[in-house]
């Protein structure tokens, strides 16, 4: 069985509130779970000490035993210590212009590198004949 510590919603529409709680991976996200972890609320300020609670030692428990955070709740669980920062995954490549257009891009730039290098070399010489 693959475990999960992950957020469960509750609370009213538009005013949410989660319970950090330890599920079977295959169960929905509001559904059955094993063990209630810790809780969060979104509304308070990010400085307040009851935005997020967690019972820490029954999370390393569930952690020796093999529960896997989610991304979020392994954010919670590093700002508290309890696990190392997951690196953020690189920005995907797809609002970048397709191969072509990337051409023609570096096509026009070194146009225009060499314009600017063909228009000094025109200055140079003359600021040279004027001395």
Known sequence: MSLKI??????????????VVLAD???P??????????????LLPREHEE???L????????????AQPTDRVAK???EAGL???RPHPEQTKKNQPKAKAQERL??????AEAAAAAAEADAAPADGDAT
Not at 8 to 19: D, E, H, L, T
Not at 106 to 111: G, I
């Open 55 to 66: 019972k820490e030692e029954r999370i390393r428990h569930w952690m020796a035993q093999g």
């Open 83 to 85: 696990m190392d920062a």
């Open 106 to 111: 570096r096509e026009a730039q070194e146009k």
């Open 51 to 53: 935005r997020v609670r």
């Open 76 to 78: 919670f669980l590093a």
């Open 6 to 19: 992950r957020l469960s919603r509750g609370g009213a529409k538009k005013r949410p509130f989660y319970r």
């Open 29 to 42: 996200r509001d559904g059955r779970f094993i063990e209630k972890l810790g809780t969060y609320d979104p």
């Open 25 to 27: 991976a295959r169960s």
